[in-house]
């Protein structure tokens, strides 16, 4: 019999709201823009996990390859009796390897989809009888606190993926800033930090064969018919996705080939031919480059650990007394 989750609703009051309030702002914008969060309902959720495995994709394979090497050295470094939180929860490989290694009393996921929070930690209650699992519906990119009832007087913070890639330098460092409020002084953040690399070998991986990665950016739109009163139709849109140089950034864009025009509860937007909609960036990183970020927050660098062929990297940083003060939001 699966074991209880517990579960905490941390989500702003206005969450809600947000969803229209987010998409009629960036439909609205020039250029027009939505934040990556906006992406993860429970069917991008679950298109996310697809991507994770496709063969082009390679920040997840090698982020478990660098974590089942290290893992025991993580697990000295964060410490006997350490909890574990999981920004982005989901039941993948990365995290396994860090219970098993580090064998914690308790773990908490946080992530903002609800439903897909409530599947992947009940996984791992099922999945790891001994381990007190809670949940917690939360928005990380604002500042967060531990929920009543989790023993966190020493924990962990797990940032993988390289999601913090998706914020712009400024929100990146907003966010390091929020984990530092959240975490004890000396507590631990580990976090996966995608590398700058050969144009070719990025662009590969937002643009798989299988039309995942497009499927997961059209995905978006499906979500605005589903949920908002719009007569907006995703297959009038293209996923494109390509390599900033200069900003050391993918971006992924949802482009009109003709011009067209859009409702979206009462308001009209246009689209000239050839206009995007700007869903995503993924900023790449040099390992001094991130170093220097994460100081500026507040965080020590203690170790780090690559891949071979350098491609991704895991960081563990320690919080230190100092630090910025979190702003409201990381978002735009």
């Given at each position: 019999?699966?074991?209880?989750?517990?579960?905490?609703?941390?989500?702003?009051?206005?969450?809600?709201?947000?969803?229209?309030?987010?998409?009629?702002?960036?439909?609205?914008?020039?250029?027009?823009?939505?934040?990556?969060?906006?992406?993860?309902?429970?069917?991008?959720?679950?298109?996310?996990?697809?991507?994770?495995?496709?063969?082009?994709?390679?920040?997840?394979?090698?982020?478990?390859?660098?974590?089942?090497?290290?893992?025991?050295?993580?697990?000295?470094?964060?410490?006997?009796?350490?909890?574990?939180?999981?920004?982005?929860?989901?039941?993948?490989?990365?995290?396994?390897?860090?219970?098993?290694?580090?064998?914690?009393?308790?773990?908490?996921?946080?992530d903002l989809?609800?439903?897909?929070?409530?599947?992947?930690?009940?996984?791992?209650?099922?999945?790891?009888?001994?381990?007190?699992?809670?949940?917690?519906?939360?928005?990380?990119?604002?500042?967060?606190?531990?929920?009543?009832?989790?023993?966190?007087?020493?924990?962990?913070?797990?940032?993988?993926?390289?999601?913090?890639?998706?914020?712009?330098?400024?929100?990146?460092?907003?966010?390091?800033?929020?984990?530092?409020?959240?975490?004890?002084?000396?507590?631990?953040?580990?976090?996966?930090?995608?590398?700058?690399?050969?144009r070719e070998?990025?662009?590969?991986?937002?643009?798989?064969?299988?039309?995942?990665?497009?499927?997961?950016?059209?995905?978006?739109?499906?979500?605005?018919?589903?949920?908002?009163?719009?007569?907006?139709?995703?297959?009038?849109?293209?996923?494109?996705?390509?390599?900033?140089?200069?900003?050391?950034?993918?971006?992924?864009h949802l482009?009109?080939?003709?011009?067209?025009?859009?409702?979206?509860?009462?308001?009209?937007?246009?689209?000239?031919?050839?206009?995007?909609?700007?869903?995503?960036?993924?900023?790449?990183?040099?390992?001094?480059?991130?170093?220097?970020?994460?100081?500026?927050?507040?965080?020590?660098?203690?170790?780090?650990?690559?891949?071979?062929?350098?491609?991704?990297?895991?960081?563990?940083?320690?919080?230190?007394?100092?630090?910025?003060?979190?702003?409201?939001?990381?978002?735009?």
């Amino acid at each position: 019999m699966a074991l209880a989750v517990r579960f905490h609703d941390q989500r702003p009051e206005d969450a809600e709201r947000s969803l229209r309030e987010e998409v009629l702002a960036g439909f609205a914008g020039q250029p027009k823009a939505t934040p990556p969060k906006l992406f993860y309902d429970r069917r991008g959720s679950e298109l996310f996990e697809r991507i994770c495995r496709q063969p082009e994709y390679y920040p997840t394979r090698t982020e478990e390859l660098i974590l089942a090497r290290a893992a025991h050295d993580i697990a000295d470094l964060a410490g006997q009796g350490a909890s574990l939180v999981e920004l982005g929860s989901g039941a993948s490989r990365k995290v396994r390897l860090l219970l098993e290694a580090m064998q914690p009393a308790s773990y908490l996921g946080i992530d903002l989809s609800e439903d897909f929070l409530r599947a992947s930690t009940q996984r791992l209650a099922s999945d790891y009888p001994a381990l007190e699992v809670h949940a917690a519906c939360a928005d990380f990119s604002r500042p967060l606190t531990l929920p009543d009832g989790f023993d966190g007087a020493h924990p962990l913070a797990f940032f993988p993926g390289s999601s913090i890639g998706n914020f712009d330098p400024p929100q990146a460092l907003a966010l390091l800033a929020n984990l530092h409020g959240l975490l004890p002084e000396g507590g631990g953040l580990l976090i996966g930090v995608d590398l700058v690399k050969e144009r070719e070998v990025l662009e590969a991986a937002y643009n798989d064969r299988a039309g995942v990665t497009a499927a997961f950016n059209l995905n978006l739109l499906e979500r605005v018919r589903r949920e908002l009163d719009s007569d907006i139709e995703p297959d009038r849109f293209v996923h494109r996705a390509f390599f900033n140089e200069a900003a050391s950034r993918i971006e992924m864009h949802l482009l009109s080939p003709r011009a067209q025009e859009v409702a979206i509860e009462g308001e009209r937007f246009r689209f000239a031919a050839g206009e995007s909609l700007h869903t995503e960036n993924s900023y790449k990183y040099s390992l001094e480059g991130f170093r220097e970020l994460a100081g500026r927050a507040g965080f020590r660098p203690l170790t780090q650990w690559t891949d071979p062929q350098a491609l991704f990297s895991v960081h563990y940083l320690q919080r230190t007394r100092a630090g910025l003060t979190p702003p409201a939001a990381c978002g735009a």
